[in-house]
């Protein structure tokens, strides 16, 4: 059971370029989601789905993209990469806690996304 | 907007003395969950408390919930080396998405 696994690790782009950061869980959660994390500001949540075929915006969604296609892939697309998303990127998935019944997050390593 | 706000930002303790760090919030919850970070590495989920618990236990954590002043604090005991990392306190957004806050650095010394 590998749970959530983020691809690359790490990633150095130019401005302007565009690049796919990949997740995928085999856990055969329904909820997925991106944030990432800055220096002094917590994680902030960029994109979410609730299922395959169903995406939508989070805190701060400009200049990525999102798709769902399968229950267990959920890339995020940076299509023209800016310096200001520099930053650590995490994929998440939610299972439902069995004696809570309130929903926990799972996350993946990390990819560390550097834009000069 | 940041629902979560920890508090202190950094904590530095000897092995063996107990951390305390510190959570509050901005609006109405039904639950509450800390979550730990070592560095380079990904959350991980350490204890949930619902709103209706004003204290749990897990092992060395123990979780508050002050519903009436929107806090919570994570007490983590006799505290190892191995507990450094940051700690995260999350709070439920709307559906299944959360808000988390800057997180409290804990530094552990042998």
């Known amino acids: 059971n590998a749970g959530v696994t983020q691809t690359p690790k790490f990633q150095v782009l130019k401005t302007g370029q565009s690049m796919t950061l990949q997740c995928a869980q085999d856990?055969?959660?329904?909820?997925m989601s991106w944030y990432r994390q800055d220096p002094g500001m917590g994680l902030r949540l960029i994109h979410y789905?609730?299922?395959?075929?169903?995406?939508d915006q989070g805190e701060v969604p400009n200049g990525y993209n999102v798709s769902r296609s399968t229950t267990e892939d959920f890339p995020l697309r940076l299509l023209s990469a800016a310096p200001s998303q520099t930053s650590v990127y995490f994929c998440?998935?939610?299972?439902?806690?069995?004696?809570?019944?309130?929903?926990?997050?799972?996350f993946g390593a990390g990819s560390r996304l550097t834009v000069l | 907007s940041q629902q979560g706000e920890e508090d202190p930002q950094a904590l530095s303790i000897q092995e063996g003395e107990n951390a305390t760090m510190n959570c509050s919030y901005k609006?109405?919850?039904?639950?509450l969950q800390w979550y730990r970070q070592n560095s380079g590495r990904g959350l991980v989920h350490l204890i949930l408390?619902?709103?209706?618990?004003r204290e749990k236990h897990s092992g060395r954590l123990r979780v508050t919930l002050d519903t009436s002043k929107k806090s919570s604090s994570l007490l983590i005991t006799a505290s190892r080396a191995a507990d450094t990392a940051s700690y995260f306190c999350a709070t439920p957004n709307y559906g299944q998405n959360f808000v988390f806050g800057p997180g409290t650095r804990l530094s552990v010394l042998p």
């Open positions: 609006t109405s919850i039904n639950n």
């Open positions: 998440a998935s939610s299972y439902q806690g069995a004696v809570s019944g309130a929903n926990v997050l799972t």
């Open positions: 856990m055969n959660h329904e909820y």
């Open positions: 408390i619902r709103s209706n618990e």
């Open positions: 789905s609730v299922g395959a075929g169903i995406t």
